[in-house]
């Protein structure tokens, strides 16, 4: 990781890594990440001849993590973006996103369209109305045979939420107080090397299975004794997210999820459409965010080039860094050449 230093944005201290020069890259991380998330994209980005901007999102790392849950909102969140560019003096970047990161690199374009290039999301596709976890793939899994659900984007997405998938699953269990907080924080090291996992099943496999697997039921429960699959990082990896979050616990992250009421809502009359360059690269067996719910973004993203990496389940840029690079580096270049 290149060095960091703290940059005052928005009221608040977010920790920065920067390297390179050229045509400014934000690289955001999801949850449970870091910037360390994006090690191996730093270095290929930045010889490809791009500033790349590296921070420790609002509630991680070494960055301000205030306590009331509204400062975790989505006006919140893009308000420390904007106010990073311009404390850098960057007019427009392009905006790159995993997990929740990607949520708000699309969320960016939607609402400071000024200040986005393009946008690469990383696994998670532009679903408008913040309806991502309604997506029918989803939803067919949870439903009981037979039954049928259709979102609307009218309508809450939690209140919605709670009508299709068990108080178990792990976007609802954030909403209803802190048991998942609590089993995170007890043992950071296990839940995070829980969350971490590649070599599981496919999506295809997806609907063969329990009903609380289906639910998402991922957090705030005793972890199995064999972990599934195969470990994402390596030990010292491991470490070194664990020590974050064994200072900050998990709950300045979770707060993210306890603002999709409020985030909703306030998106209501906003354009969904997004009006910019944009990359979507998802992964073959990601079972959440899955290529299949990309398969209608062309209707609210115009200028959208797709592409899906193999043999990859979640966690993308550090299960396969080379083909992620590969993919980004040929987009930027084409649509955003470096001088």
Known sequence: MPGMRMVKTNNINLAVHEAGSGPAVVLLHGFPGL??????QIPA??????????????????????KAIEDYDIAHLTGDLVGLLDTLGIEKAIFMGHDWGGLLAWQMALLHAGRVA???????PH??????????????AAQPRGQTFAADPKVD????????????????????GRVADNAMDRDPRGALRNAYRKGLITSADWNKLPPEVANMEYYG??????LPGEDVLTAQELDFYASNFERTGFTPAINWYR?????????????????VPSLMVSAAHDVVLRPSMADGM?????????????????WTPEEKPEELNRLAVSWLRRRFPSK
Not at 259 to 274: E, F, I, M, P, T
């Open 35 to 40: 910037a360390f998330t994006w090690r191996h």
């Open 45 to 66: 980005l930045a010889a490809a001849g791009y500033r790349i901007i590296v921070p420790d999102l609002r509630g991680y790392g070494r960055s301000d993590a205030p």
């Open 118 to 124: 393009g946008v690469i999301g990383v696994n998670t």
């Open 127 to 140: 679903t408008p109305h913040w309806m991502l976890w309604l997506q029918p793939d989803l939803v067919e």
């Open 157 to 176: 997405p939690v209140f919605q939420m709670r009508r299709v998938y068990s108080p178990d699953m792990y976007v609802l269990m954030f909403q209803d």
């Open 221 to 226: 429960k005793p972890l199995p004794e064999r």
């Open 259 to 275: 603002n999709l009421s409020r985030n909703w809502k306030a998106g209501l009359g906003v354009d969904q459409a997004v009006r």
């Open 298 to 314: 062309d209707a609210y993203v115009p200028d959208l080039e797709k592409h899906t990496i193999a043999d990859c389940w979640h």
